[in-house]
């Protein structure tokens, strides 16, 4: 018998804590009313039919989050870029302003005593929208004919980042016996963790403590961005989430509706839970990737590699997301040599804003985009040179001999074994009888393929709080600050 | 509002319930069994299947009225006290879960898949449990888990038809 999991006996027999599996006494529902504009003028709300509405206790618009002196969606760090120019940003408000800037944006909230009523509520909602044009696609977006979408955001363009040095990769390619470019598209997605987002949030006045229920892959991550957002003091919040169905980078930082809830819940004086419907969060909840990888490798006449330069259009969607701007700048440049030993890196990102559900993190934030787009351009150059694919990459490979090795954009690689990973790919693929595989298959009408790949990574975002567990004077259990992963984050 | 009557997990239960109310949200909100879970709202995920009159459903799909006479077996009511189902234990065995809000739905189709076809092929087993979503773990534990399961039912029934012959 193998090992069994301690937490999975609750999960298989349903007695599992997901946040939506948290009820508290007394406790009244939130429901969203999101633009279906991907773009407009707001020129005015009204409420008087929805506050009129059955079961109706509240309902928030942009002016109480003013009120409240909530602040913005945290939107990450003063990234910098070419000539030292810190990244421009658009911020997200928590419900929109003046203006909306994606479909799916939070426009307004109803909370009711049932989920329901609170969902039959918002229809009742009045919002006048002056549709404006939209800017879809970060190609076009610094195009003369297209709106800009923040005012301190010109041309819409975030940030110009470069890594490496373009002299020196220049003067390779110029030089250079053979080179290879490959365009790599990694498409927007939505990931989708399976457990709709959802938060519960309560304040517990005997403790000073105000309770927030909500999945998460990081409980000090989410504490600190729900500190900045309402100014509520750290450690007079407690983020619990026992059960999480799911993270993959989208929720790993606080969103509008975290902040809604609690505002509801304090001026309430009552419990309010908001559990999203799947389809409101395909538009409302971050997406990820959204990028364009213009890649080239230069090669001397031995095939070495000479020089790589990469062009990358990024796409922040519509607001600077707490994550968004590390993809394109850190997380794609790191690692941007993969494995090999190349002389000269160079490469140039654009940042650029559009009218689309802004960009976080996922499954890896641009790293995993990085390693597929070094693998296809090492594939794409041996295919065009009739190099062998595994030899070309043996001939290029940082040596054990060379760790530790500093990239030609400085980052440090402590160790590797790359051949000897190799050969043990090699041998489990059984790559040497393929071909004869591949004849088998071919007489018999079938198609067999087989390919190669090899990548390092960055793991840890690097600056991003870590998780840790604290004791504190009014608190030594676990939910304080810890977590433990189940999930496929 | 209007009245239905059912058994949940063999106990009859009369609850008060709108007429557009989802089966789901009468078992989760009203009858407190949260171990069915709502995962997309659409028929897509599979996390609200429950069986109903033995058969696999989507409670997020079906109103609370259509179950009016019916019998609805949850995942609560899987294991005999400490005693887990088969199927719960081989999920366990064979990290047929990850995170584990996918887990009920999955084990209740599996129950009924393995109700239908006692040794079902790797087909039978995919096109069994191709309503049901994981965004964990690639669905090949939870391929073996299924298998693992039928081999533990059919010598549960082994076990079961020798003690019979013995005392007859």
Redesign the interface.
Known sequence: ??L??H????????????T??W?LENQCHMAVLRSPHAHARVLKIDTAGAMQAEGVLLVLTAADITAARFNSIPSGPPIKGVDDQVIRKGEMPVLAIDRVRFTGQPVAVVIAESA?LASDACDLIEVDYDPLPAVVGAESAAMSDKPQLHPAVEQNKALTFESGSREAVDQAFNTAAKTASITIRSQRLYG?????KAVLANYDEPRGMTMVYTPTQGVLGMQAALSAVTGIPTDELEIVSQ????S?GLRGGAGPEHALVILAARKLDRPVKW?A???ELFSGEWHGRALKLEASIALDVNDHIVAMRYKDTVDLGAYNCYFGGFIGTNNLSVTMGGAYRVPALYMRSELMLTNTAPISAYRGAGRPDIAFAVERLIDHAAAEHKLDPVEFRRKNFIDKEDFPYTTANGTVYDCGDFHTVLDKALALADYESFESRNDVSKAAGKIRGIGVGYYVEKSGAGAAPKDQVSCRRWCVSPACGHRSF???A | MKSVTFQVNAKSVTVDVEPRALLVDVLRDQLGLTGTHVGCDTSQCGCCTVKMNGSAIKSCTTLAVQAEGASIDTIESLANGDQLHPVQKAFSECHGLQCGFCTPGMIMATVELLEQSPIPTTEEIREGLAGNLCRCTGYVNIERAVRSAATALRFEREQAAKKQGESV
């Open positions: 018998m193998s069994m999991r937490e999975d006996e609750r999960l298989i027999t349903g007695a599992g804590k997901f939506a599996d009820n329901v989708a963790p399976l457990e709709p059960d999480v169905g799911g993959f559990v419907g799947r389809s189940r999930s496929g």
